[in-house]
């Protein structure tokens, strides 16, 4: 249905559709556990750079297995605490490793 919405769709020629639905049973199989931690990333990463307080275009995010990393430089104190809060507030993290740097 979705694959024909978006064909309905001006200047679309055609639609490659490559979505899988997923039972519960699987729900613990690595394909999805590595989608969860990429969207987690993806997450992460537009909050960051998303916040006037924080650059986020200093600050690396890692995800596996739920464990956010954060790696960078930061001018402030602030700064980096906000950018923890900021992971730790994203649905799906479990962890958040602090290797973030205060310049100075």
């Known amino acids: 249905m979705a694959a024909e919405l978006i064909k309905s769709l001006d200047g ?13 049973k699987e729900s613990s ?5 590595t989608l969860i931690d990429s969207k987690v990333a993806t997450v992460v990463k537009t ?15 890692e995800v596996k297995s739920g ?3 954060l790696m960078g430089t930061v001018a402030s104190d602030a700064e980096r605490q906000l950018a923890l809060k ?12 602090d290797k973030i740097k205060v310049a100075g």
């Open 67 to 69: 464990v956010v990393t």
């Open 12 to 24: 679309v020629k055609d639609v490659d559709n490559q979505l899988t639905v997923i039972n519960k």
């Open 86 to 97: 900021i992971a730790e507030n994203t649905d799906d993290v479990n962890k958040v490793v």
């Open 47 to 61: 909050r960051l750079l998303f916040s006037t307080e924080v650059s986020g275009t200093d600050i690396d995010v």
């Open 29 to 33: 199989s690595d394909i999805v556990k």
